[in-house]
């Protein structure tokens, strides 16, 4: 489980490919006795186990899943990641609960500056803007933002100065993708209410009237 506050901005120094899975070489700036081998690594928001470590970098196993569900097998050379370890019991929970398991892969739609900040909107498939609310949390490649606005495929959030230049938002343009994991409360209560296993495949979302009829309000 991860917060969504960015440690560091990495380095993508390999990604090999080993048949349909991948190994991915980050150079890093965190303490590596404060990481063990087996440990989860949150890489742009994706979930990653450290295989190895040394010379300042950090070596990851990369799955089929992952390579297909997130933007990882993409990484070039040279491209700066964001970075968090997991957290550990009575660490702070400063940003909200992240899983570090990918829900889609969006695009940037557009980029301007309002009064200093930075205003993204990012396209994403239809179906996903469900588990968005105005003011809720969302992770975008692993950093987590207050969304400002929902519409039936895209949504926006607004990014302090801060925030862009300690992560990896300040390179973010018109076109590039990234990796979009949404609010883990919203899925579990459109499970319970739905009571099936599988999420809802309906544009209706959880509203205030499903929540009282439910014995939520």
């Keep these: 489980m991860?917060?969504?506050l960015i440690e560091d901005v990495g380095t993508a120094r390999r990604l090999e490919r080993r048949g349909e899975a991948a190994r991915l070489a980050v150079?890093?700036?965190l303490p590596l006795?404060?990481?063990?081998l087996g440990d989860s690594v949150a890489v742009n928001g994706a979930c990653l186990t450290v295989v190895a470590k040394g010379g300042g970098e950090l070596t990851f196993d990369v799955s089929p899943e992952s390579l297909e569900r997130t933007t990882i097998g993409s990484l070039a050379t040279g491209a700066p990641v964001n970075l968090e370890r997991a957290l550990r019991l009575g660490d702070r929970l400063g940003g909200h609960l992240v899983t570090g398991h990918v829900d889609l892969v969006a695009t940037v739609e557009g980029r301007r500056e309002v009064s200093g900040n930075i205003l993204f909107t990012f396209r994403m498939a239809s179906g996903f803007s469900r588990y968005l609310v105005a003011k809720g949390s969302v992770a975008v490649d692993g950093i987590s933002l207050t969304v400002n606005r929902v519409d039936a495929?895209?949504?926006s959030v607004n990014v302090i100065p801060h925030t862009a230049v300690k992560t990896t938002l300040e390179h973010l343009r018109p076109g590039d993708r990234v990796n979009?994991?949404?609010d883990i409360l919203g899925k579990y209560i459109e499970r319970l209410l739905g009571g099936g296993t599988e999420p809802s495949k309906g544009d209706g979302g959880v509203t205030l009237e499903l929540l009282a009829k439910n014995g939520f309000l």
Excluded: L, M
């Design 27 to 29: 150079a890093t700036a």
């Design 153 to 155: 495929d895209s949504f």
């Design 33 to 36: 006795e404060s990481v063990n």
């Design 180 to 182: 979009i994991e949404t």
């Design 2 to 4: 991860f917060t969504g």
